[in-house]
């Protein structure tokens, strides 16, 4: 019963990574960016909320709705201004210039608010200690359930978007040949600059998550993209929406049993399985290779 | 007055020069063959007019609108449209998907998803069959279609027979035959030489990078275009 327990954490936890891993998935497929600040604007994100509930006495959920459009136009602007210019000479370079931006977001962070550690716990009330005791082993943590909840509606909203509108369709295009793209009249700058600022914006709603479950430093950030990452791959890097969400879950589930197994091993547990399937012949180092080739 | 206009165009690939100084008219309502030997710079050039290749030197107007450095995307605003060589279908999308994107981007005019595959027959049955699995000759009335769609003022079209069976061929051409009735100008570029002759109303043959020979059709025998095609004779222009 312990087991079955371990497992439903397992992919409770893994909607949370899925929903830190979604932006990096898409900015990825459709560009080859691997945006390396992924995880510092997330924090950025849980930092924005956390600065109108300073003011504001309300929910960090209520709190977001306005930080959401702030996140969305930060990500349409970092394509325009940045990424777009570092897109032209080649790959290496936009990792670079995210890496940079990593640093840059951290420190600014650092020096606005103190390196203290915050977290939205105590803001989000309720939701963020109740649970549901189903049995004497297993019980569900409502703010788990709300995680995995939101990221199948982001999933699926993202994937209706991208298979059923116009919008949608056009990124799909520019993903598999830009030069075609724009061939038919797709603006494929206008594109990115979207696809990023939809990816901004979601890994934001992975930050207020990730300051409810937890506390957070200026310096969370790559902690946190490392897990993104690692799930990424293991759902095939970017190659389908819910293969990422999987990927997650996978990445989630090997982190709770291999916490079951020994309380010092959930981490290691995830890079192991993230390692093996990097390492495995059908798995992400060929597509890695696919997708750099 | 001209809808395009090709003054002095230079291209590079590189320190490649692969058109060097080329001009060339094309009137409102004419279908121009390029024609000439691999590497003559025919590829290079269409890529240049649809705006996928950025000149190094020289002028491209368009209906009198300088358009020399204007970005791909606009220049299908205006109503330019290329079939690329190799027909570069998105492999993913459906067919009717390769349509709509192309459709919704470009101009509005009598071309739509419903009318383009009323032209295409063929194409009715395959809407919601992914490109990557079409046959070539399916592949390329896709491509075809999907240009169309933008509603082009002028469509530029790159070997369009290459690695198709003789009868796709036969297909590809009967349907082009219509849109050229209607009144489209096009610029294509034919490796088969009895084609382009048939279909175009002037032929315009490059050797490496320059035009060495013109003229109205009819008005050029085989031999001539054959011996430039090869560089045999540097035969000045017939004037059209």
Partial sequence: ?????????????????????????????????????????????????????????TSP???????????????????????????RSGLL?????????????????????????????????????ASWQITSQLSIPAIGALTLGVAIVIFGGLQLFLSRTRAGRQMRATAQDPDTAELVGINSRAIYARAT?????????????????????????????????????????????????????????????????????????????????LASPRGGLLNLRRATA | MSLLEIDRLGLRHGLLEAVRDLSLRVAEGETVALVGANGAGKTTLLRAIAGAHRPSSGVLSFDGTDITRMAAHRRVRLGIALVPEGRRLFPALTVEENLLVAAQAGRAGRWTLE?????????????????????????????????????????????????????????????????????????????DLSRAMNVADRVVCMLEGRIVLEGARGELRREQITDAYFGLRRAGSVDA
Avoid at chain 1, 69 to 80: E, F, K, N, T
Avoid at chain 2, 146 to 162: C, G, K
Wanted: glycine share 10%; hydrophobic share 55%.
């Fill in chain 1, 1 to 57: 019963m312990t087991w079955v327990n371990d497992v439903v954490q397992g992919v409770m936890l893994g909607g949370f990574y899925g929903l830190l891993a979604c932006g990096l998935a898409l900015m990825f497929g459709l560009m080859r960016i691997i945006n390396l600040a992924h995880g510092d604007l997330a924090v950025l994100g849980a930092y924005l909320v956390y600065l109108l509930l300073e003011h504001w006495h």
């Fill in chain 1, 61 to 87: 959920f209520l709190a977001f709705l306005p930080v959401l459009p702030a996140m969305l136009l930060i990500g349409y602007v970092l394509q325009r201004v940045l990424l777009e210019r570092s897109l």
């Fill in chain 1, 93 to 129: 370079v936009p990792l670079l210039t995210t890496f940079g931006l990593s640093i840059v977001i951290q420190n600014l962070l650092d020096q606005g608010f103190s390196p203290d550690d915050r977290s939205l716990g105590a803001s989000a009330g309720g939701v963020a200690t």
């Fill in chain 1, 197 to 277: 600022a939809i990816a901004v914006a979601i890994a934001a709603i992975g930050g207020v998550f990730l300051a409810i479950r937890s506390s957070f430093t200026p310096y969370s950030g790559p902690t946190y993209l490392i897990f993104a990452f690692e799930a990424v791959v293991i759902g095939g890097l970017g190659s389908s929406l819910w293969a990422t969400l999987a990927g997650g879950i996978v990445l989630g589930i090997a982190q709770t049993i291999g916490g079951q197994i020994n309380p010092e091993y959930p981490v290691l547990a995830g890079h192991i399985v993230f390692l093996v399937v």
């Fill in chain 2, 115 to 191: 009318t383009v595959i009323e032209a295409f027959p063929m194409l009715a049955r395959l809407r919601r069959q992914r490109a990557a699995t079409l046959s070539g000759g399916e592949q390329q009335a896709t491509a075809i279609a999907r240009a169309l769609v933008t509603n082009p003022r002028l469509l530029l079209l790159d070997e369009v027979s290459l690695g198709l069976a003789p009868l796709a061929v036969d297909a590809v051409y009967e349907s082009l035959a219509r849109v050229i009735e209607e009144g489209a100008t096009i610029v294509l570029v034919e490796q």
